[in-house]
């Protein structure tokens, strides 16, 4: 069983940042795919960015390039989303996810297996 615990959200005005983590248990943490999502009030949730196993090839929305930087620790067994220029249309709760079996990002929900319970992000103007 893999748990996924995420902190860091809050209230932040428009052009503030926050640093969103992921605690991970698992023996395995290295060999799982990471990805962060979204999910706004009466929106479906999108795929905000996702990480390899090792780190080394990212992936991002196009409405978070340049302004989101998702990372990982293996050794922490952590995934982190910096978010800087924060936005009122960022506000959502925040979601991770761990994909056990592909060896590459998905931007599809469904190769996910494990979800977080998830943390609220809001913007204000």
């Known amino acids: 069983q893999v748990q996924l615990v995420e902190s860091g959200g809050g209230l932040v005005q428009a052009g503030g940042s926050l640093r969103l983590s992921c605690a991970v248990s698992?023996?395995?943490?290295?060999?799982?795919?990471m990805g962060w999502w979204r999910q706004a009030p009466g929106k479906e949730r999108e795929f905000v960015a996702g990480?390899?196993?090792?780190?080394?090839?990212?992936n991002s929305a196009d409405s978070v390039k340049g302004r989101f930087t998702i990372s990982r620790d293996n050794a922490k067994k952590t995934v982190y989303l910096q978010m800087n220029s924060l936005k009122p249309e960022d506000t959502a709760v925040y979601y991770c996810?761990?994909?056990?079996?592909?060896?590459?990002?998905?931007?599809?929900?469904?190769?996910?297996?494990?979800w977080g319970q998830g943390t609220q992000v809001t913007v204000s103007s």
């Open positions: 698992g023996r395995t943490f290295s060999t799982y795919v």
């Open positions: 990480i390899s196993r090792s780190g080394g090839s990212i």
């Open positions: 996810a761990a994909d056990l079996h592909l060896a590459s990002i998905s931007r599809s929900a469904r190769a996910y297996d494990y």
